[in-house]
């Protein structure tokens, strides 16, 4: 199913030159999303746009009823929460997407759908070469550079801890 990304609250005009642009993704049962959720998008975003890199949007991703995780609500409740979740934020944003296809969808899978829609849309370039970037076992995100502007950070939450890596160094919350 082709669902397109939101992209009413990436702030675009905030494009400084110089400055690596970054995309927060994070997908999960989001069952129920909780304010700790949110607050993690809230310190990664602090401490990038502090470590020099220019967060330009979020996007919270439920997982697809295929998961089978016991007690996980449907999808539409699940994406219909996020969106209740997310109304107050200025950065963050729910993409239907992976709940919306017809199975489970791998990271993997989600993160280059992002770029490539952020790609077609013109609102960012392609560069010349991407590297995926998968962090030891113990670490929770993944760093994806797909051109010399713009890094998608994949956001894994434990419990009530997030962790991040980043091609300097590994950040914890």
Not at 70 to 87: D, F, P, T, V
Request: charged share 20%; net charge positive; aromatic share 10%.
């Amino acid at each position: 199913m082709d669902v397109p990304l939101p992209l009413e609250k990436l702030s675009l005009e905030s494009k400084t030159q110089g400055k690596t642009y970054v995309v927060l993704v994070a997908t999960g049962s989001f069952n129920p999303p909780t304010f700790m959720h949110l607050r993690m998008f809230e310190l990664a975003r602090d401490t990038l746009n502090s470590e020099g890199y220019c967060v330009i949007g979020g996007y919270m991703s439920p997982v697809n009823d295929a998961y089978k995780k016991r007690g996980l609500i449907s999808a539409e409740h699940r994406i219909n929460l996020c969106n209740l979740a997310c109304k107050s934020s200025d950065f963050i944003m729910v993409d239907p997407w992976e709940a919306n296809q017809s199975g489970y969808q791998r990271t993997l899978t989600v993160l280059s759908r992002v770029k490539n829609f952020l790609i077609e849309a013109g609102l960012i370039s392609t560069g010349k070469k991407q590297n995926y970037i998968f962090p030891p076992c113990s670490a929770s995100v993944e760093l994806s550079c797909m051109s010399v502007s713009l890094c998608l950070i994949y956001l894994i939450f434990h419990k009530y801890s997030c962790i991040y890596e980043t091609d300097k160094h590994i950040t914890s919350y």
